[in-house]
């Protein structure tokens, strides 16, 4: 496994940033890793700190709008049957509906920055025919923080990039807290304007 991944980032590092788009396209190699792997690149001088960012961008973003379309024209029972061809468990989508279900469209942002449902969240967003273009807006205003985040550490670590986990840990876990958080802010938000509407509708109806 070692070997394969030393050859896969040798590879990408020939690519260059067509190689980091790539690789999050496909995301065999976990995003963080990959984005952080670019840092490094960025450190030896041998791509630029934006372009990694908009590489790493355009790669995520492409990814989300896959799993996005398999739930809009597959549905539900395609991606139960063979989401675990893409990393992606029953218990993952579980997950990512119930979010979806309870915060609406605009956790498609806030989730990105949560373990497990990061990436699980585009399907439900495709099986209710959430708008593409929101879905789209909201999915790159997410990734672009999340990959200067990570091509930054990558950078800053230089030759030690590989120590990613340990050093973001702390980083991931405050965009976590700031996220449920966020989703929880959100949903009380949703829930009193719902009510207003359905009071004014009330009282037309008087």
Do not use: D
Request: charged share 15%; with cysteine; hydrophobic share 50%.
């Amino acid at each position: 496994m070692k070997t394969f991944t030393a050859a896969a980032f040798a590879y990408l590092a020939k690519l260059g940033y067509i190689g980091i788009a790539s690789a999050l396209m496909i995301e065999v190699i976990p995003s963080e890793v990959v984005l952080s792997y670019a840092g490094f690149l960025v450190s030896q001088g041998k791509i630029n700190f934006i372009g990694a960012v908009i590489a790493g961008t355009i790669g995520g973003v492409i990814a989300q709008i896959f799993l996005y379309l398999l739930g809009f024209y597959g549905g539900r029972p395609l991606l139960m049957r063979y989401g675990k061809l893409l990393l992606i468990s029953p218990k993952h989508l579980e997950k990512s509906e119930v979010w979806f279900s309870n915060y609406g469209a605009g956790v498609v942002f806030f989730a990105r920055f949560i373990p497990v449902i990061r990436h699980a969240i585009s399907i439900p967003a495709g099986i209710t025919k959430m708008v593409f273009t929101r879905f789209t807006l909201y999915t790159i205003a997410a990734i672009v923080p999340w990959s200067v985040l990570f091509i930054y550490l990558g950078k800053t670590l230089g030759n030690n990039w590989e120590k990613i986990n340990q050093v973001s840990e702390s980083y991931v876990k405050i965009a976590l807290l700031l996220s449920i958080i966020t989703c929880g802010l959100y949903f009380i938000f949703k829930t009193i304007r719902k009510n207003k509407v359905k009071s004014k509708y009330e009282e037309l109806k008087k």
